[in-house]
T-cell receptor
Framework: SQQGEEDPQALSIQEGENATMNCSYKTSINNLQWYRQNSGRGLVHLILIRSNEREKHSGRLRVTLDTSKKSSSLLITASRAADTASYFCATGYNFNKFYFGSGTKLNVKP | GAVVSQHPSWVICKSGTSVKIECRSLDFQATTMFWYRQFPKQSLMLMATSNEGSKATYEQGVEKDKFLINHASLTLSTLTVTSAHPEDSSFYIC?????????FGPGTRLTVL
């Protein structure tokens, strides 16, 4: 990808389990965002974390950011079948010119 | 959040023809818009930055003569795929910069036969 990599590339879990996805990036940023994309659809914004933040929560989502390691993680707790989608991190500077990671395809089995 | 629309949502065209895709910010003014391309099962790749009233800035490897971008007003940017070929078939997504975040359009699926 233009900016970095996500791992795993694909993740298959049972409903109720937690899902963790990791994102690494290359350049300096001041914000990082996570998006989900259902197959063939547009992007849905999930959560924004700024470079001066280390952790952020939103409902069942927990995002961490380690700027020294240039990495972020997205944790989805108590996953549901409806969480099945591709998840992308996007990094930017001053909300300008976002670069996307390679994405993680999550499959939550009912 | 702010709304960004794209038109058309999908288009099928013959090889060699040109296709225009519109991106509109419906409830705010966007001096800067961005165009992305996404091939099947891949991530979004930034193609270019569209600046209102000036030339677009293209990412490395993107042909500016093939992907013409016009940002004539604060609410509209257009991407024209010229002389389209089957390898241009992709999902094209635009975004517009707000004050504190970017807002993405729903995407346009282009199929070139």
């Amino acid at each position: 990808s233009q900016q970095g990599e996500e791992d795993p590339q694909a993740l298959s879990i049972q409903e109720g389990e937690n899902a963790t996805m990791n994102c690494s990036y290359k350049t300096s940023i001041n914000n990082l965002q996570w998006y989900r994309q259902n197959s063939g659809r547009g992007l849905v914004h999930l959560i924004l974390i700024r470079s001066n933040e280390r952790e952020k929560h939103s409902g069942r989502l927990r995002v961490t950011l380690d700027t020294s390691k240039k990495s972020s993680s997205l944790l989805i707790t108590a996953s549901r079948a409806a969480d099945t989608a591709s998840y992308f991190c996007a990094t930017g500077y001053n909300f300008n010119k976002f670069y996307f990671g390679s994405g993680t395809k999550l499959n939550v089995k009912p | 959040g702010a709304v960004v629309s794209q038109h058309p949502s999908w288009v099928i065209c013959k090889s060699g023809t040109s296709v225009k895709i519109e991106c509109r910010s419906l409830d705010f003014q966007a001096t800067t818009m961005f165009w992305y391309r996404q091939f099947p099962k891949q991530s979004l790749m930034l193609m270019a930055t569209s600046n209102e009233g000036s030339k677009a800035t293209y990412e490395q490897g993107v042909e500016k003569d093939k992907f013409l971008i016009n940002h004539a007003s604060l609410t509209l940017s257009t991407l024209t795929v010229t002389s389209a070929h089957p390898e241009d078939s992709s999902f094209y997504i635009c975004s517009a910069s707000g004050q504190h975040e970017q807002f993405f359009g729903p995407g346009t699926r282009l199929t070139v036969l």
